[in-house]
């Protein structure tokens, strides 16, 4: 069962858009967060750029899936993708091992068998999943609701911009996944999802130009 084409039939050529957008933001996220850390020297961006490295390698194997199965372009490959979810798993993977590293980070994880434990449970969670599209966005749900939480409570510490709009980023990721979920219910879900995670990338993409521009060091 191919679980990469879910949102409704005129959605999936804009679907392949935003894809391309979550990996031009999410890219672009990796970079300006290694440019943040040449300029603070803090180790939490160079994690924050493998994190979002990972995310956009993750959408991108996820759209170029999407537009060979939507455009036909080659009927071998088709055939290869319809048999089983290889792009499904892998960009399943991906995106858990990317909030893994945001969460290391956040919650400053430090035992080395703590990590170790996290990065099993989503290998092992990946291999033996069913239903993987409602469980993989459920899991997904679960780390930025984490994620979400302790960003918010950043803020309360900072009350600054910067960290207003982190918290508020990862609010609308952890809520498009609710609307992910929700798509059993209406394929417009769908739609209202991809828009909420797309407004998310960017605002986290706006917070790091602020940092580049070298006006709000210090803020994060």
């Known amino acids: 069962m191919i679980v990469l084409l879910n949102g409704p039939y005129w959605f999936r050529g804009a679907d392949v858009f935003f894809g391309l957008i979550y990996i031009l933001v999410t ?9 943040a850390y040449k300029l603070t020297e803090e180790k ?11 995310l956009g390698i993750s959408y991108l194997i996820y759209s170029v899936t999407n537009g060979i199965l939507i455009t036909h372009v080659s009927g071998m490959l088709n055939n290869v993708l319809n048999s089983f979810d290889y792009a499904f798993l892998i960009y399943m993977f991906l995106t858990f091992v990317a909030y893994i590293i945001l969460l290391i980070i956040t919650l400053k994880i430090e035992q080395k068998k703590v990590m170790l434990l996290l990065f099993a449970l989503a290998f092992l969670f990946m291999l ?5 599209y409602l469980k993989f966005h459920l899991v997904s749900f679960i780390f930025l609701f984490f994620l979400t939480h ?46 909420l995670q797309l407004v998310g990338f960017m605002l986290l993409a706006y917070m790091f130009m602020r ?8 803020e994060a």
């Open 27 to 35: 890219l672009m996220i990796a970079a300006l967060s290694y440019k």
């Open 211 to 218: 940092i580049n521009y070298g006006r709000t060091k210090g």
């Open 150 to 195: 302790q960003f918010y409570t950043n803020y309360l510490e900072k009350k600054n911009r910067n960290a207003k709009l982190v918290f508020t980023a990862f609010y609308l990721l952890t809520c498009a996944q609710i609307f992910f979920i929700a798509i059993t219910y209406s394929l417009l879900f769908y739609v209202l999802a991809a828009s």
């Open 128 to 132: 033996f999943s069913y239903q993987h």
């Open 44 to 54: 939490k961006y160079s994690y924050f750029s493998i994190a979002f490295l990972f």
